[in-house]
DNA sequence: TAGAGCCTGCGG
DNA sequence: CCGCAGGCTCTA
């Protein structure tokens, strides 16, 4: 469900709720993660229980909440995964599988109906190494991410479609379906392109579709498309501005053709086949 | 570099 | 009942 700017939302309403709280107990579902990975309770204690919460940064879709035992919280929402703070009076909604109780009668809660999220606890020094963010591409946003390299990274691929690169979080890391759909309808660049093929003006105008409707999106707050929510558990308005994500049959805002859907690796995609090439 | 698989929930 | 969903990992 998240892509970069939902995280970057949550990131931001995280770091005015959570930092300096403290967190005085942790408890877990115990139904196992990502990949049956199961929650690492006795890890999790080790890092959060009566520690406080001193930073939280993003990096690509994952959460990074650092906290004062020298731990990290390494946290990746998935498909449709939550955070949210909430009265501990509340009652926990279903699939909750991280509940972190903090002062003032609070909780902060993990939760995830789907499962394809993951909490994970790691050593501050360690998380740079970590196999979820050792493997990352640059972050679009960053300034590591000019035009030129990201030729140079769409030169270096073997013939897999442009969609398939913009998803590859190795490549560049925290696009998701949302943002590829309509990041190449901006650039008029079409999802089955050869990423390898693409020359500097095409590479530069995708560059800076990328990064302007990523900005837009946070300015947004966010793609509340059907139910994700920011930490205060309120809806983002990026929707408004989608131009062609699920609006197979409708007409191109720009051409008035009818746009149309495809699928690559399994994911949808959508686009307008007069303006995109 | 594609495809299957992992899970639950929703809407047609 | 079916297909689809904003992600990622493992496999061949």
Do not use: W
Request: contains cysteine; hydrophobic residues 40%; aromatic residues 6%.
């Amino acid at each position: 469900m998240p892509e970069l700017p939902e995280v970057e939302t949550i990131a931001r309403d995280l770091r005015r709720l959570l930092v300096g709280r403290h967190v005085r107990n942790v408890a877990i579902s115990g139904k196992p993660l990502r990949m049956c990975r199961p929650v690492d309770g006795g890890e999790l204690e080790r890092a959060a229980k009566g520690a406080r919460v001193e930073q939280v940064t993003r990096r690509a879709k994952y959460l990074i909440l650092r906290m004062s035992s020298e731990y990290v919280l390494l946290v990746h929402l998935g498909m449709s995964g939550r955070l949210a703070v909430e009265p501990a009076a509340s009652p926990r909604p279903r699939h909750t599988h991280v509940s972190l109780s903090l002062d003032r009668e609070e909780e902060l809660r993990f939760v995830d109906p789907r499962r394809f999220g993951s909490f994970l606890a790691y050593p501050a020094s360690a998380l740079e190494d970590s196999d979820e963010l050792s493997v990352l591409g640059p972050d679009p946003l960053d300034a590591s991410f000019t035009a030129s390299a990201l030729l140079a990274s769409l030169r270096a691929t073997h013939g897999c479609d442009i969609k398939a690169f913009l998803l590859d979080q190795r490549r560049v890391a925290g696009i998701g379906n949302i943002y590829a759909s309509e990041a190449l309808f901006l650039a008029g660049i079409h999802p089955r392109a050869r990423a390898n093929r693409l020359g500097a003006a095409r590479a530069a105008r995708l560059h800076e579709a990328i990064q302007k409707v990523l900005a837009a999106a946070i300015a947004n707050r966010g793609t509340s498309f059907r139910d994700y929510v920011d930490a205060a558990g309120e809806r983002g308005d990026n929707q408004r501005q989608l131009q062609v994500f699920q609006r197979t049959g409708q007409p191109c805002p720009v051409c008035g053709n009818r746009l149309k859907r495809l699928t690559q690796q399994g994911r949808s995609t959508f686009y307008c086949p007069r303006c995109q090439r």
